[in-house]
C-alpha cells in the first residue's frame, strides 16, 4: 500500500486496477484474499477501483470495486495496476497495449509473475517484492524498485535500484568526443553479493 502511495502522492481521484481478487489460482474463493484489503482502504482513500479475476463474479467485501470482464477493461484509464493473484495469464500480458491502456505508469508485482526488464520496456515503473535481481533485469529502461521481506513476505524496507542506459556507440560525433552520459542517480542497496549473474538479497 506503501508502494501506491508514494508512487501516486495522494488517492482521491486515482484510479487503481487490481488483478486477481482471490486469495489463489484456480478459485473464486475470497477468504483471507489481500485483493479484499488493499481494495477497501483504496476505496476509503478516495481512489476508484476496478478489479478482474476470471472466476470471481462478485466481491462482496468491497461493494464500491468495479469488476472488469477482461484485463484491458479493468486497466482503461488507470493511474496505477497491482497484480496480487498468481494466475498464470497475468504472466504473458501484452504490456504494450497494457501501456496504452493506463493513464499512469505504475505496476505493483505483488506475486512477482512479470519479467522486470520487459515491464521497464514497455515504459512503466515496475515494484516487486523480495526478488532476486538477475543481470538481464538491469537492461530495463525504467527503473526497478526491490522490497526486502520478513517471514510473512511483508515488505520490511525498501531498497531503490535506478538504471540508467548509457550509449554504447563510443564514436566521435561530428569530430569530438561525445558528452559524457548523465550519472545515475546514487543507489540505495541492500545487504548482498553481487555475482556476474544474480544480485542476492538477504
Known amino acids: ?29 475470497l477468504r483471507d484474499a489481500p485483493a479484499l484489503d488493499v481494495a477497501t482502504w483504496l476505496l476509503a482513500s478516495g481512489a476508484s477501483v476496478s478489479g478482474y479475476d476470471p472466476l470471481v463474479r462478485t466481491v462482496p467485501g468491497a461493494p464500491g470495486l468495479r469488476l472488469a470482464d477482461n484485463v484491458s477493461a479493468a ?16 504472466g504473458a500480458l501484452d504490456l504494450v497495449a497494457l501501456r496504452e491502456d493506463m493513464r499512469g505508469n505504475l505496476i505493483v508485482d505483488g506475486r512477482n509473475l512479470l519479467d522486470p526488464a520487459a515491464v521497464t520496456r514497455a515504459g512503466f515503473v ?8 538477475s543481470s538481464n533485469d538491469l537492461l530495463g529502461s525504467g527503473h526497478t524498485e526491490v522490497l526486502s521481506h520478513n517471514g510473512n513476505g511483508v515488505g520490511s524496507r525498501l531498497n531503490e535500484l ?25 543507489c540505495r542497496w541492500p545487504t548482498g553479493v553481487v555475482s556476474h549473474d544474480h544480485l542476492h538479497l538477504s
Request: zero cysteines.
Open 1 to 29: 500500500m506503501d508502494k501506491l502511495r508514494n508512487h501516486l502522492k495522494t488517492l482521491p481521484g486515482k484510479r487503481v486496477a487490481i488483478l486477481g481478487l482471490a486469495f489463489k489460482a484456480g478459485t473464486d474463493d
Open 75 to 90: 486497466a482503461a484509464r488507470a493511474d496505477a495496476l497491482v497484480v496480487l493473484t498468481d494466475w498464470p495469464g497475468y
Open 126 to 133: 515496475y515494484k516487486g517484492v523480495g526478488r532476486v535481481v
Open 162 to 186: 535506478r538504471v540508467v542506459r548509457l550509449p554504447h556507440d563510443d564514436s566521435q560525433v561530428n569530430g569530438h568526443d561525445p558528452a559524457p552520459a548523465a550519472m545515475p542517480t546514487p
